[in-house]
């Protein structure tokens, strides 16, 4: 889908992926888990929409950019922006890496990407593109936390995705899995949804 499309469905509010806050495993697991990263560190958002997780990684003590590719989703999470919790809000073109360096997003500049419904956005023909940006920004021995909704229904976005597919392309551009399964604490309406921590080999 392109840009104009996605802005499409934010003014029209045809946007059934939102929750209006975190993906509740997400904030189980940054919030709990005992692998789960600590701050600080610059983290990605890609696809960030309204910004529910950049502002929880920021609330929790990250430095945090959240991009996407919709004028409209970033006008959003700027209205939803909080007194103290800050970020920086970028529209960029996760498939596009010239884009991404000009802007500050250089090779091994992050310690760490929070995915959730931005892979399941993308063309799956375009998954191999996504993995290799992820790949390229994270710094050795950086991490990927990740929310993948692993359903097998045709079409899409949202795309569904097998597990070992997910875990597949993340190995082929440096991760490897610290945690890789069924997620805690989903909403009964994101059926097969798995959680993941890689960690960027060195
Ligand atoms: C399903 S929404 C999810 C938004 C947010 N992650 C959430 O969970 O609420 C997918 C988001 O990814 C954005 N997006 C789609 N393709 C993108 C791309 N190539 N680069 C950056 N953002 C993209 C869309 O504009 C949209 O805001």
Same mark, same amino acid.
């Given at each position: 889908?392109?840009?104009?499309? $996605? !802005?499409?469905?934010?003014?029209?509010?045809? !946007?059934? $992926?939102?929750? *209006?806050?975190? =993906?509740?495993?997400?904030?189980?697991?940054?919030?709990?888990?005992?692998?789960?990263?600590?701050?600080?560190?610059? @983290?990605?958002?890609?696809?960030?929409?309204?910004?529910?997780?950049?502002? &929880?990684?920021?609330? &929790?003590? /990250?430095? #945090?950019?959240?991009?996407?590719?919709?004028?409209?989703? &970033?006008?959003?999470?700027? %209205?939803?922006?909080?007194?103290?919790?800050?970020?920086?809000?970028?529209?960029?073109? @996760?498939?596009?890496?010239?884009?991404?360096?000009?802007?500050?997003? =250089?090779?091994?500049?992050?310690?760490? #990407? @929070?995915?959730?419904?931005?892979?399941?956005?993308? !063309?799956? =023909?375009?998954?191999?593109?996504?993995?290799?940006?992820?790949?390229? +920004? #994270?710094?050795?021995?950086?991490? /990927?936390? *990740?929310?993948?909704?692993?359903?097998?229904?045709?079409?899409?976005?949202?795309?569904?995705?097998?597990?070992?597919?997910?875990?597949? +392309?993340?190995?082929?551009?440096?991760?490897?899995?610290?945690? $890789?399964?069924? =997620?805690?604490?989903?909403?009964?309406?994101?059926?097969?949804? $798995? +959680?993941?921590?890689?960690?960027? %080999?060195?």
């Amino acid at each position: 889908m392109t840009a104009t499309a $996605w !802005d499409q469905r934010y003014l029209e509010g045809r !946007d059934g $992926w939102e929750l *209006g806050q975190a =993906a509740p495993p997400l904030q189980q697991f940054l919030n709990e888990h005992p692998l789960s990263p600590k701050p600080p560190g610059r @983290v990605l958002v890609p696809g960030c929409g309204r910004g529910h997780e950049a502002r &929880l990684l920021a609330g &929790l003590g /990250f430095s #945090v950019t959240g991009i996407d590719i919709s004028t409209e989703a &970033l006008r959003e999470a700027r %209205r939803l922006d909080q007194p103290g919790v800050s970020c920086q809000w970028l529209q960029l073109d @996760v498939l596009d890496p010239v884009a991404l360096n000009k802007e500050g997003l =250089a090779a091994a500049s992050m310690i760490g #990407v @929070v995915e959730h419904t931005c892979f399941c956005a993308i !063309d799956p =023909a375009r998954r191999g593109a996504y993995a290799r940006s992820m790949g390229t +920004l #994270v710094a050795p021995g950086g991490w /990927f936390l *990740g929310l993948f909704w692993c359903h097998s229904r045709s079409g899409g976005p949202p795309f569904g995705s097998q597990p070992e597919q997910v875990n597949g +392309l993340l190995e082929s551009v440096g991760f490897e899995a610290a945690v $890789w399964g069924p =997620a805690q604490g989903g909403l009964p309406s994101r059926d097969n949804e $798995w +959680l993941g921590l890689w960690r960027r %080999r060195s």
